[in-house]
């Protein structure tokens, strides 16, 4: 079956880049043509879509993270990639990866188990 493992540092300091490694493994056929997707969670609020990027690499941002967020992949590994710069303590969150069938949460068809972040110095 289909695991996504998420990687990463749990704590990042303002003005720093927060990235996150997601690693595919067990996919098929139909997993392979699924946008691999960029979740969020901020404590006591809702499931937050961030971006994907698709089976052909083109990747897709919400437009309130669009100027600070890369998307990006390694087809070769089947691993995907989060950059989100000049965080700050609003962006700390529970992060998850997850495949989708469209670029939306209620899109998300798989979900790898997510891992807290936390902004602070």
């Known amino acids: 079956q289909v695991q996504l493992r998420l990687s990463g540092p749990g704590l990042v300091k303002p003005s720093q880049t927060l990235s996150l490694t997601c690693t595919v493994s067990?996919?098929?056929?139909?997993?392979?043509?699924?946008?691999r997707t960029w979740i969020r969670q901020p404590p006591g609020k809702g499931l937050e879509w961030m971006g994907a990027?698709?089976?052909?690499?083109?990747?897709y941002y919400s437009p309130s993270q669009r100027s600070r967020i890369r998307i990006s992949r390694d087809a070769s590994k089947d691993q995907f990639f989060l950059q989100l710069s000049s965080v700050t303590p609003e962006d700390t969150a529970v992060y998850y990866c997850a495949l989708g069938s469209g670029l939306g949460v209620q899109d998300v068809v798989v979900w790898g188990q997510g891992t807290q972040v936390t902004v602070s110095s």
């Open positions: 067990g996919g098929n056929i139909t997993t392979h043509l699924y946008y």
């Open positions: 990027i698709t089976s052909g690499g083109s990747a």
